[in-house]
T-cell receptor
């Protein structure tokens, strides 16, 4: 079964440093998402991306965050200057564009970001 | 706005008992999708089921079954004959079209041997 792949699985960074979280969505999917989950809390939407631009973003997704699809396969989340409160599990997801069809969101296994 | 309510934050059952996890949702969309995900202690999100809003048929998959009732905006999940490996956090989620998926806060299930 096709998978969404995320790397690295765990990243430790110092406060103030930039981090890039990487994702390879399922190849025929057109919509891409980032979610995060602070330890012990619910999974929260960050941003959705379609046709090389952001289609929706939450209030969490401030100017410190950016997303990019630098080539035909990768989808990245950059945090410009990490804060302690950015420590969380970050999940990438993708979905196929199918009007009215039965489709779903496939999540990657997550990147655990620890800011120290 | 979309909202998912999982009123049970933690449930403990003894192995082999049946357990039902409740999920109530709110949406203005006429077409939407409901999901259940399992998050074991290792942290990944494991897809369990996706249900289209037009399909109210209940579904059974092995020991798992789902009861979707639009009239009460509920999408409950039952595990029959629970096992220790079922111990995890279970998230109900709601998605509309290509939009974001809204997750509930999760129900932590502990199955005691």
């Amino acid at each position: 079964e096709p998978e969404v792949t995320q790397t690295p699985s765990h990243q430790v960074t110092q406060m103030g440093q930039e981090v890039i979280l990487r994702c390879v969505p399922i190849s025929n999917h057109l919509y891409f998402y980032w979610y995060r989950q602070i330890l012990g809390q619910k999974v929260e939407f960050l941003v959705s991306f379609y046709n090389n631009e952001i289609s929706e973003k939450s209030e969490i997704f401030d100017d410190q965050f950016s997303v990019e699809r630098p080539d035909g396969s990768n989808f990245t989340l950059k945090i410009r200057s990490t804060k302690l409160e950015d420590s969380a599990m970050y999940f990438c997801a993708s979905s196929e564009a199918s009007l009215g069809g039965d489709y779903g969101y496939t999540f990657g296994s997550g990147t655990r970001l620890t800011v120290v | 706005a979309q909202k998912v309510t999982q009123a049970q934050t933690e449930i403990s059952v003894v192995e082999k008992e049946d357990v039902t996890l409740d999920c109530v949702y709110e949406t203005r969309d006429t077409t939407y999708y409901l999901f259940w995900y399992k998050q074991p202690p290792s942290g990944e999100l494991v897809f369990l089921i996706r249900r289209n809003s037009f399909d109210e048929q209940n579904e059974i998959s092995g020991r798992y079954s789902w009861n979707f009732q639009k009239s009460t905006s509920s999408f409950n999940f039952t595990i029959t004959a629970s096992q220790v490996v079922d111990s995890a956090v279970y998230f109900c989620a709601l998605g509309g079209g290509y939009q974001k998926v809204t997750f509930g806060i999760g129900t932590k299930l502990q199955v005691i041997p």
